[in-house]
């Protein structure tokens, strides 16, 4: 990049404040299941109507090369002016190398990385590695929150986002519900000790699995969050999670971007 010059990469954070009315803020639905061409665009149209700026559409890791040309077109169909439409993958791994080496090979095709939860090995790579974007339900198939304190300083020292996945609470049931809103308990509260980025989302296949932003805030509050927190959860951070992936490239090191000398001016 012509005239460039090296800078420190501010840590990345945001701290929001919700002012005025929600309806000022920008949401986003931070996961949507990728499907086929017609299911992905009623998602992203549905998406769009109950009132959400953007979503990202997450594509698993085995069709993701297959498919992930649809992106493109989907961004400029007519139905979803004004959305903003990002790219994900799911990946899932058995183990901590398995994850290393499938995060290394997506990395730089996708927008943003996104890895399953629910193995206590890879939930702690995941934490552990800055090029991890999301880790998704960190709970999933357990019988605690699949968090603790070591993972929680990893996941705020590596900006790595915690997914809390809705409709693991509206599609379950009595025992298992209550199981699950006790995890999202216990990973509010390392949360708000140690300040990992916390996403709220849909992981939405179907429109039947969307709901408006004011209905998910207001769910949030079944397991203890605040407006001001399940606000930040589905707007500030995703918005700022979105920013710094478009950063990336500019990346030279941990910590360092290059920028151009012009745009300081």
């Known amino acids: 990049m012509g005239g460039s010059s090296l800078m420190k990469f501010a840590d990345f954070h945001e701290d929001a404040q919700?002012?005025?009315?929600s309806r000022q803020m920008k949401f986003?639905?931070?996961h949507l299941q990728a499907g086929?061409?017609?299911?992905?665009l009623r998602l992203l149209a549905e998406a769009s109507r109950l009132g959400y700026h953007g979503a990202v559409l997450v594509f698993p890791d085995e069709t993701y090369s297959r498919i992930q040309?649809?992106?493109e077109v989907l961004r400029d169909d007519p139905e979803i002016m004004g959305l903003e439409v990002a790219s994900g993958?799911?990946?899932e791994a058995s183990n901590p190398r398995d994850m290393r080496r499938k995060v290394n090979r997506f990395r730089r095709k996708v927008d943003l990385v996104y890895v399953s939860g629910g193995n206590l090995k890879v939930n702690r790579a995941a934490c552990e590695n800055p090029r991890?974007?999301?880790l998704s339900a960190p709970y999933s198939s357990r019988r605690d929150a699949g968090m603790n304190h070591v993972l929680a300083r990893e996941a705020a020292r590596n900006r790595v986002a915690v997914e809390l996945v809705t409709t693991d609470i509206m599609g379950s049931w009595l025992k298992v519900r209550a199981r699950v809103l006790e995890y999202f308990r216990d990973i509010l509260k390392l949360h708000r000790k140690f300040d990992f980025p916390l996403l709220l989302s849909s992981r939405a296949s179907s429109i039947y699995d969307l709901r408006t932003p004011r209905d998910l805030m207001n769910l949030a509050g079944c397991f203890g969050m605040s407006t001001r927190e399940a606000g930040r959860a589905l707007s500030s951070?995703?918005?700022s999670i979105i920013e710094y992936s478009r950063k990336r490239p500019f990346m030279i090191a941990d910590g360092v971007?290059?920028?151009?000398d012009e745009e300081q001016d």
């Open 132 to 134: 991890v974007d999301v």
């Open 257 to 260: 971007m290059l920028v151009d």
């Open 28 to 30: 986003f639905d931070f």
């Open 18 to 21: 919700i002012t005025g009315s």
């Open 69 to 71: 040309p649809e992106i």
């Open 89 to 91: 993958v799911m990946i």
């Open 237 to 239: 951070t995703p918005s």
């Open 36 to 40: 086929d061409h017609d299911s992905s």
